[in-house]
C-alpha cells in the first residue's frame, strides 16, 4: 500500500474546487473520501493521480512529489495508469 500526503493542496477551476486540502495517510491504511456532489472528491483523486495538476501545494505517494515523478508513482499503484 502506498503513503500519502497532501500538503495545502489547491484547486481552481472558474472558482475555487479545493482548498488547502491537507491529509497524512500511512501505508497499509483504508481511508474513503464522503462528501456531497460537487465537494471536491473526484478533483483530489485526479490530482492525487496526476491526471490534472494541482492549482498550488504538494502530493506526495511514497514520498515522491506527483509533478516529477507521475510515471514512477502510477507504476506502483497497479501499472494501469499510463
Known amino acids: 500500500m502506498a503513503e ?3 500538503a495545502n493542496v489547491n484547486k481552481a477551476f472558474s472558482k475555487p474546487a ?3 486540502i491537507c491529509l497524512e495517510i500511512g501505508a497499509n491504511s483504508i481511508y474513503a ?3 456531497n456532489n460537487g465537494a ?3 478533483t483530489l483523486i485526479n ?3 496526476g491526471l490534472i495538476p494541482a492549482t498550488s501545494g504538494v ?3 511514497n514520498g515522491l512529489t506527483i509533478n516529477n515523478h507521475k510515471t514512477e508513482i502510477r507504476k506502483s499503484l497497479g501499472g494501469c495508469l499510463k
Do not use: F, P, Q, Y
Open 4 to 6: 500519502i500526503k497532501i
Open 18 to 20: 479545493l482548498v488547502d
Open 33 to 35: 473520501l464522503i462528501g
Open 40 to 42: 471536491g472528491k473526484t
Open 47 to 49: 490530482c492525487l493521480l
Open 59 to 61: 502530493v506526495k505517494i
